[in-house]
């Protein structure tokens, strides 16, 4: 099927039905396209196609059901170059093919075409990616002026996020009136655990599209950036004292509803509250500092303010520099760790476990479950043979936080 052959486009819901049948009548088979969200946005309506009951449930409620397993086949479709066959879920379920829908690099969507009674031919395959591209510039084209301005707004936050933009400019671009409190928060998906896949780049797509979508409709000031891995919203705030608790409930409502768009848990960070968008890049680094140890860590909160995670941010600072600059490691450490690893010995443990229970030898133990005189033969041996000086408060601090960091 050429592209010709297919309706024009000037971009309504009729012309997405249209297109929907016509793509059905050459793959032999029921098709649907759906937006990121798994909205279906039409249907084909052909006589005698036929459909399972996981399609008739997604045309009734206009949205596809939640499937886990399914959420890998998405992943697969939108990194694909052309059609893709994919397994049946369920017993009763019927195959399917899908392609993307992109616009350029910019995944919009997807068509998802049942196989009739024959499979899916070449032609069939041709007629699913000259509709992908038509449905492309049909869903652009239903794209409103609202949404173009967002985009705009989400320009001059990225550009003023890292530093590109003064405030004038910046109030200009954004329509931030007179000398408001501002708030910043920012929205990542959790690591992945250890030995799991890392979270595909439609997580983030997803997580954009819907933090898009909900931020308008809470907040008309609202104005959504993504930058790297992170979704950021700018909240303009009116009452000074409250702002903060003000940003906190907008930020942990939101938190609850786009953790919904995820398969992966969400974290969210709120910055501090600033007298003027000239705080921008800071209060990004602030926002980012949260982000890094709380999607880090499965048992952090879901929402953090650096209140909360002062203690871990700093320590994630110390690291660094220590990574920077190896002189600045004591080396006693370093050569008791080495000596942990090559001999199987237990200084590096014992010394930590100790500083962690404030110099209590009982606890320390029980922790290690060890006696307490073997640990402090451990104590003992670690002074005398890695020049360790736990006697000294300052030694113990630069001890603690290098076996802190090499745990």
Request: charged share 25%; proline share 6%; with cysteine.
């Amino acid at each position: 099927m050429k592209m010709a052959n297919l309706p024009t486009h000037s971009g309504t819901s009729e012309e997405l039905y249209a297109l929907a049948d016509a793509i059905g009548a050459v793959t032999g088979g029921a098709v649907a396209i759906e937006d990121l969200d798994h909205r279906i946005l039409a249907y084909s309506t052909l006589p005698d196609q036929r459909i399972d009951e996981h399609r008739r449930q997604g045309i009734l409620e206009r949205r596809v059901p939640h499937q886990p397993e399914q959420l890998a086949q998405y992943r697969e479709v939108l990194a694909a170059a052309g059609v893709v066959r994919l397994p049946v879920l369920a017993e009763a379920e019927l195959p399917r093919a899908a392609v993307a829908i992109r616009a350029g690099q910019r995944p919009l969507g997807t068509i998802w075409a049942i196989e009739g009674e024959r499979p899916i031919d070449d032609a069939g395959e041709r007629a699913m990616l000259d509709g992908a591209r038509l449905a492309a510039l049909h869903m652009l084209r239903r794209r409103s002026a609202a949404e173009l301005d967002l985009q705009a707004r989400e320009d001059a936050l990225r550009a003023a996020l890292r530093g590109r933009r003064t405030a004038r400019e910046v109030r200009f671009e954004l329509g931030l009136p007179g000398q408001r409190p501002l708030a910043l928060l920012g929205f990542a998906p959790a690591a992945a655990p250890t030995g799991a896949d890392a979270p595909a780049d439609d997580l983030l797509v997803r997580l954009a599209a819907a933090s898009t979508r909900h931020w308008p409709a809470v907040h008309a000031e609202a104005s959504v950036a993504t930058v790297g891995r992170t979704v950021y919203v700018l909240l303009p705030l009116d009452d000074a004292p409250a702002a903060l608790a003000t940003a906190r409930r907008l930020g942990e409502q939101a938190a609850a509803v786009l953790d919904r768009s995820l398969e992966t848990p969400l974290r969210a960070a709120c910055s501090r509250i600033a007298a003027g968008p000239e705080e921008l890049p800071e209060l990004r680094a602030e926002v980012d500092d949260i982000l890094r140890v709380t999607t880090a860590d499965p048992d952090a909160p879901g929402f953090a303010t650096l209140r909360e995670t002062h203690a871990r941010v700093l320590l994630a600072h110390v690291g660094d520099e220590l990574a920077r600059r190896p002189r600045l490691r004591h080396p006693g450490i370093e050569a008791m760790l080495e000596h942990d690893r090559t001999k199987g010995t237990a200084f590096g443990a014992s010394v930590a476990a100790w500083l962690d229970a404030v110099g209590n030898i009982g606890e320390a133990a029980a922790r290690l479950t060890i006696h307490p005189n073997t640990l402090k033969y451990r104590l003992r041996r670690a002074g005398e043979l890695f020049g360790i000086d736990l006697d000294h408060p300052d030694d113990r601090l630069s001890c603690w936080l290098q076996l802190r960091m090499a745990r």
